[in-house]
Structures are given as C-alpha cells and as structure tokens.
C-alpha cells in the first residue's frame, strides 16, 4: 500500500469523506494507489511527454472515474434503502 494509514485518513478527511464503511474505504484505497503508482495524483510534465504515456494516463484517469462511480452508485443506494426504510 503506497498511502499510510494517516495519510488516507487525512486525505480523506481533507474532503468531508472519513465515514466511508470498508468495502468503500477499500475502493478508494485502490483508486488512490493506482493513480500514485502510475504518478496521476501529482501535476507532472511527464504524463504529456510522450503519445504513448498520454494514452496510458487517459486510460488510467477514465479507470479512476470508473471505479469512483460504483462507489457514488453504492452510496446513492445506501440512502435511497434509508430514505425507504423511514416511510
């Protein structure tokens, strides 16, 4: 794991986001450190030195995206079931 706990904490933290249950924690844990791995979380001339890093940093933004939206999605159904549940 690239991010110590309390930098993921505070990271999260940071954005109003630190009540996230395990299952989220853990999907945002690999969005994270897959966007460090690949140095996307920092504003890098590399990433637009070359075609082919460009594509690859396209590719690996549109992933990050991707995997944010199942947590979005499986956010909104937690209060979608919530809201139901208090009618």
Known sequence: ?????????????DRGLANFNDNELFQVKNILSELN?????KNSK????SDLVAEKATANYLKAIIEQNWVIINQNDQIVKQLAAKK
């Open 1 to 13: 794991m690239i991010f110590k706990k309390n930098q993921l904490d505070g990271i999260l933290e």
């Open 37 to 41: 791995d690949q140095q996307l979380l």
């Open 46 to 49: 590399k990433i637009i030195s």
